[in-house]
């Protein structure tokens, strides 16, 4: 009969064995957030048109109750000269038939009163009709800029859907690995590498030594603390920005060791050289 296999308390773990898997765990945590970072810039992009297509809209509805206006402040100064000319009409046949001059002067200062009225009407239009032909060309600017809006709009959408589509499957699978890998991590380590996770740019709670720095804020690592972080008997922050530093092994990174001068070779070699003189 098969024997059920115990899973292991996350205490129980090595030092190595929690650094292995925290690491194991910031690398599917960055690949979450190079997703999160494809798709967080287009909805900001998306949310930006949206807002400048309200914006143009509500500008357009203003050209047009601007150009309604006008158009109607036009159209009664056009009958209110016609009014005029009717009245002025009148008041001069009526100049025929008056019986003294006080009426004469009295009906000619109304002919003059509504002369006056139709050059204010005559000056108002063609203050509405200069307004009313710059509302109609910012109206149609605003139109053809909605239009080339609504357009980058359906674009960036389109782009936004396919991604989230594309990346929808890979970032559950992620999550779900994530989750299940935080059961294994000693939740105290969890909790202090998610609140360095959260205090950092790059989201990075666990770096390794790169060129005897620092993979995170890249300051200097005295060689002592590389030793310490190389035997792996107990988890090392960084003394400059706090991320817990691991060697690059254990991250699954080889370094490359640097090549030794020629200079130091050359001496190497004459010394050789010397040597098999002085055997001779």
Same mark, same amino acid.
């Given at each position: 009969m098969a024997t059920k296999e115990t899973k292991k308390d996350p205490s129980e773990y090595t030092v190595e064995e929690k650094l292995k898997a925290l690491y194991q765990l910031q690398t599917m945590l960055s690949e979450i957030d190079?997703?999160?970072?494809?798709r967080g810039?287009?909805?900001l992009e998306v949310k930006d048109l949206e807002d400048? *297509?309200?914006g143009l809209t509500t500008r357009i509805e203003n050209n047009r109750n601007d150009i309604a206006q006008l158009t109607k402040g036009i159209s009664e100064?056009?009958?209110?000269?016609?009014? $005029?000319?009717a009245q002025i009409e009148k008041y001069t046949e009526s100049q025929n038939n008056v019986s003294n001059n006080r009426e004469y002067d009295?009906?000619?200062?109304?002919i003059e009163y509504q002369n006056l009225e139709i050059e204010l009407s005559e000056k108002k239009i063609r203050e509405f009709s200069q307004e009313l032909s710059n509302k109609n060309d910012e109206l149609a600017r605003n139109t053809a800029l909605i239009e080339d809006k609504q357009q980058d709009l359906e674009l960036k959408k389109a782009e936004l859907d396919? *991604?989230?589509?594309?990346?929808?499957q890979e970032e559950e699978k992620l999550r779900e690995k994530s989750k299940a890998l935080e059961l294994t991590i000693d939740p105290r380590l969890l909790l202090s590498f998610k609140r360095i996770r959260k205090n950092v740019r790059n989201g990075l709670g666990i770096v390794y030594v790169q060129r005897d720095a620092c993979g995170g804020c890249f300051?200097? *690592?005295?060689?002592?603390r590389q030793l310490d972080i190389r035997m792996r008997k107990k988890i090392i922050v960084c003394e400059y $920005?706090?991320? *817990?530093i691991i060697d690059p092994e254990l991250a699954g990174i080889q370094e490359v060791k640097a090549a030794e001068p020629a200079t130091k070779k050359r001496v190497s070699r004459k010394k050789a050289a010397e040597s098999s003189e002085a055997a001779e």
């Open positions: 190079k997703i999160k970072t494809l810039e287009l909805p400048e *297509i309200a100064h056009k009958n209110n000269i016609q009014t $005029c000319r009295s009906l000619n200062k109304e396919e *991604i989230i589509e594309e990346t929808r300051n200097k *690592i005295p060689a002592q $920005c706090g991320r *817990i």
